[in-house]
């Protein structure tokens, strides 16, 4: 008879972190595709105009299952009180 521990801890713990993440401000939230990565700094200008704790999601309109995906994450975003905005990459916009 096999027992399993169904109230395992995590398995890897950060005992010392870097100086960096204790000083990190987290203030807003980018989810984009990794095809905007070379577009950082447009994408970091609409991030910045955002609200403190704003969200911004970019998808692509042909692509419905990211699109679809992407509006129930910006919904539970929503319900714990981030201003979320929905941004095609279709619209030109970055």
């Known amino acids: 008879m096999m027992k399993y521990k169904h109230n395992r801890g995590y398995r890897y713990r950060l005992i010392n972190p870097p100086k ?3 000083n990190a401000r987290l203030d807003n939230i980018a989810i984009v595709p990794a095809s905007l990565l070379p577009l950082m700094e447009t994408v970091k200008a609409k991030v910045n105009m955002l609200p403190e ?4 999601l970019c998808h692509s309109q042909q692509n419905t299952r990211q699109r679809r995906l992407l509006e129930r ?3 539970t975003f929503r319900q714990h009180g981030h201003a979320v905005l929905h ?4 619209q030109g916009a970055l």
């Open 87 to 90: 941004l095609p990459i279709e």
């Open 20 to 22: 960096a993440i204790l």
């Open 73 to 75: 994450v910006g919904e």
């Open 53 to 56: 704790g704003g969200v911004l």
